[in-house]
């Protein structure tokens, strides 16, 4: 319920980018999409700001897999994440990008 953002913080709706570090070098502000965000629905559907859609789910505790179903070539990407920090109002998330470890960081948004 928490990735869905729902409970008793209902009022937010999607989480918001805030930062983004490579090899845990932060990256500067000016290189986040600040219109990049992330949307999480109770039935299993996501969606992103780049235009993505498909489902996920909580494979482990501390796991988020999303399977993206409309790419442009028809077949499904999976994108597997480890989740380093949830709260109800932070998702913080970790995965491998050409052997270069991506750390990303969103804010639940109103």
């Known amino acids: 319920n928490i990735i869905a953002l729902t409970g008793s913080e209902g009022a937010y ?3 918001r980018l805030h930062k983004i570090s ?4 932060e990256q500067p ?3 986040i ?3 990049y965000y ?3 629905l109770l039935n299993g559907n996501f969606e992103d700001g780049d235009g993505l859609r498909g489902k996920w789910k909580m494979v482990t505790a501390d796991s988020l897999r999303e399977v993206v179903t409309n790419t442009m070539t028809g077949a499904y990407a999976i994108q597997t994440y480890q989740i380093t920090n949830l709260t109800r109002t932070e998702l913080s998330l970790r995965y491998l990008v050409n052997a270069k470890e991506v750390s990303i960081s969103f804010t639940a948004e109103k």
Do not use: G, I, L, P
Request: aromatic content about 12%; hydrophobic content about 25%; proline content about 0%.
């Open 13 to 15: 709706s999607r989480w």
């Open 33 to 35: 999409n600040k219109e």
């Open 29 to 31: 502000q000016n290189t």
């Open 38 to 40: 992330k949307a999480y």
């Open 22 to 25: 490579m090899n845990r070098v």
